[in-house]
Structures are given as structure tokens and as C-alpha cells.
């Protein structure tokens, strides 16, 4: 089958991470030491190759993309210092705005100044909406007269609110969409074919777990991270990021049931012990995560993009104003200044939620996919 090539590939990809893979002579040692490459393929080998021949369809249907956790073996141990492990992160970031339909994906990974002026402006944007949303505090009646009478009329502000919701949940479906579209081509080596309802339902368990344990993850026996203290292991580090992100998920939708959706109009004391748990396990992950990008000890932190430290920020920063509004909420505490962060907390998760199809917090749509289809093509060959 005819592949088109893209000679400029190599060079639009560069603009999503540091690494010099054209240095790469196919020596193979990188797919030697991965500990998740299997006889089947030559994995990260061949994405190498792809990117510098330009197949650029090649490689966004391709899920190894989304297989490999970045646990730097293969750039700690290149000869030619080509940093295949931060070629691999670059080439997650391209498929994401490849995916992405808007284009402002692309815009944000490639511009510190246009991920900036996205963010800030959603950010106000949002504000603006949840002050028009509740008018009766001081803060917010002051901000509606200052702003909404003298400023910029709250119907703007409101239909502005309405169309990034819109924008967002298209671009999520049309992203996932792109995704699936790719991936299931079948143009790939190790096509999927016809698979029987017993390989489906394989590889669905099989990506839970993955999910759920992700034992991809965790550190080879005798490996360098093996030897760090459990709590400063890079494995330990992230799960403990996506559980405090997942519980403080759970509790905020069980707050919401039970204040809102049910006639109790209270909270739901069950969701504040999960809230509270996952906040401290939150914290923990990205503190550790943010100290182990400062310090460049380990290759697979030596070099961070804005898009890892906007996903680390923003959970930082929802963290400690979650922390301090339950702290208000204890205490039953009042003031402008507890307003202002009640505001800047909820306009920070509404953001991070509203902008999953635009950072590098996509690949908790993708990577689910990817690891999906890796477990049913391997089923399919057993």
C-alpha cells in the first residue's frame, strides 16, 4: 500500500519537544531496553523510522504512541544521545493537536505565549460567568456593577460561558472520533481484522486493569528506579496524581448528587473524607512531580514542556484553593478574599475539565484507547 510522505514531518514535530532523533542510526538499542517492547514489533524503533521518513498517517494511527510511560531507559542508554524517550513524549503531544480539529491545541504546544493567552482568557471568561451565576455576594455584586454595567454586558459574558462549553464537548467527540478513525484503519502491520466478542471483552479487562493498576508502569526489577524509596518512585508519583484527581472526581459528582439532585441540601460526609484523602494524595504527586522536573535528576525529567508544568500548576493551585475552601467551610468563615478563591477554584476546574482536548490531560481520552486496541491486536494473534 502506497504511504505518503511528509519531508517537513521530522522538523513540525521537533516543535513539540527537545530531542535530535535525526542523530538516530538504528543501532536497535532502544528497543532492546524497553521493558514494553515485545517480539512483536520494534517498538520505539519503528515510530523513529516513521518520523523520519515522513509517514505522518503512519504514526498517528499507530497506539504505541500512548504505550510507552516515558521511564527513560532508552534515552539513558542511546549512543547517540537522540532522546528517543522525549521523541516518544513529543510525538503524544503531536497527536493530540493532530487530533484536535480547532487547531489551538497546535497553537498552545507550540507558543509559551499563546498557551498563556488561552489559558488566562478562558480562565477569566469563566470567572466572569460564575460571578454572574451568583450575584448575591458582596464580591460579586461589585464585580457585576463594575464590570457588567460598566464594562462588558453580562449577555456577552454568558454566551461566551455557552460557547466554550460547546467548543470543548465538539472538540472532545471530534478528537476521540479522529482517534478511532486512525487507529482502526487497519493500514497498520499488525492489522485487527474481525475480532470475536471474546477478544473484545479480553482487551476491555485487560485495559481497566492496565488503567486501573497500571502495571506498564512500574519499574523493572534491579532498574534504578527499583531502588528509590517507594514514595519517590516515578510509577508511585503519577498513580498517586491520577487516584487524587480520580477521588476528588468521585467526591465532587457524590457532593453534587446529594446537595443538589437530592432534596437533602447537605453534604454528603462520605464525599468529604474521599475529597479530603484524595486532595492529600493529589498534593503529594504533584509536589513530587514538580520537584522531581526542578532537580533533573532522572532523564525522564530533564526536560519539561509548558504542557507539563500547566497540568501540574493548575492541580497545584486547584488542590490548595480546595483545601482552603474547606477550611471556610469548616470554620463557616466568610470575607471577600474566601469568595475570590471559592471563584478562581471553580473557574480553575471548569477549565481544566473544558481544555481536556487541548493539553497534554488528552491522553486520559487517548490512551485508554490505544491500550485497548495493543490488547486486542495482541489477542488476535495469540
Not at 515522513?54 to 504505550?67: C, F, H, N, Q
Not at 484503519?185 to 477478544?199: K, L, N, V
Not at 512531580?289 to 509548558?306: E, G, I, P, T, V
Request: contains cysteine; proline residues 5%.
Amino acid at each position: 500500500m502506497a504511504v505518503t510522505v511528509d519531508p517537513n514531518l521530522l522538523r513540525d514535530i521537533k516543535r513539540y519537544g527537545a530531542f535530535d532523533i535525526s542523530a538516530c542510526f538504528h543501532c536497535g538499542n532502544c528497543t532492546a531496553v524497553c521493558p514494553l517492547s515485545e517480539e512483536q514489533g520494534s517498538f520505539p524503533r519503528k515510530l523513529i523510522r516513521l518520523g523520519q521518513i515522513g509517514a505522518r498517517e503512519r504514526i498517528l494511527e499507530s497506539p504505541e504512541p500512548w504505550l510507552c510511560y516515558y521511564c527513560g531507559e532508552c534515552s539513558d542508554t542511546c549512543p547517540r544521545q537522540a532522546e528517543p524517550g522525549e521523541y516518544m513524549a513529543a510525538l503524544r503531544r503531536y497527536a493530540i493537536a493532530a487530533h484536535e480539529p480547532t487547531g489551538v491545541a497546535a497553537w498552545m504546544f507550540k507558543s509559551l505565549g499563546a498557551a498563556l493567552l488561552v489559558t488566562f482568557a478562558v480562565a477569566i471568561v469563566l470567572g466572569l460567568f460564575l460571578v454572574g451565576l451568583k450575584p448575591g455576594t458582596d464580591a460579586a455584586a461589585y464585580a457585576r456593577e463594575w464590570l457588567f454595567k460598566s464594562l462588558v454586558p453580562y449577555p456577552v459574558i454568558h454566551a461566551m460561558g455557552i460557547g466554550i462549553f460547546i467548543l470543548a464537548a465538539i472538540t472532545v467527540w471530534a478528537g476521540v472520533g479522529a482517534m478511532v478513525r486512525r487507529v482502526l484503519r487497519g493500514t497498520a502491520e499488525r492489522p485487527i481484522g474481525r475480532p470475536r466478542f471474546a477478544q473484545v471483552r479480553s482487551a476491555v479487562g485487560q485495559t481497566a486493569a492496565e488503567i486501573a493498576l497500571m502495571r506498564r508502569h512500574r519499574e523493572e526489577p534491579g532498574g534504578t528506579d527499583a531502588e528509590k524509596p517507594f514514595l519517590a518512585r516515578p510509577s508511585v508519583i503519577h498513580r498517586g496524581i491520577m487516584y487524587g484527581f480520580a477521588g476528588l472526581l468521585a467526591a465532587t459528582v457524590l457532593d453534587f448528587a446529594f446537595i443538589v439532585l437530592f432534596p437533602l441540601g447537605t453534604t454528603f460526609w462520605p464525599a468529604r473524607i474521599i475529597g479530603v484523602a484524595s486532595g492529600v494524595v493529589l498534593l503529594y504527586g504533584v509536589a513530587a512531580a514538580s520537584l522531581r522536573r526542578l532537580r533533573k535528576q532522572d532523564k525522564n525529567a530533564a526536560h519539561s514542556a509548558f504542557a507539563d508544568w500547566w497540568v501540574l500548576g493548575v492541580l497545584g493551585l486547584l488542590g490548595v484553593t480546595g483545601f482552603w475552601l474547606l477550611g471556610v467551610v469548616s470554620f463557616r468563615a466568610g470575607g471577600t478574599l474566601n469568595e475570590v478563591i471559592l471563584l478562581v477554584h471553580a473557574a480553575l476546574a471548569m477549565e481544566f475539565v473544558l481544555l481536556i482536548a487541548f493539553t497534554k490531560m488528552a491522553h486520559v481520552l487517548y490512551r485508554p484507547l490505544a491500550l485497548f486496541v495493543h490488547f486486542l491486536r495482541v489477542s488476535s494473534i495469540e
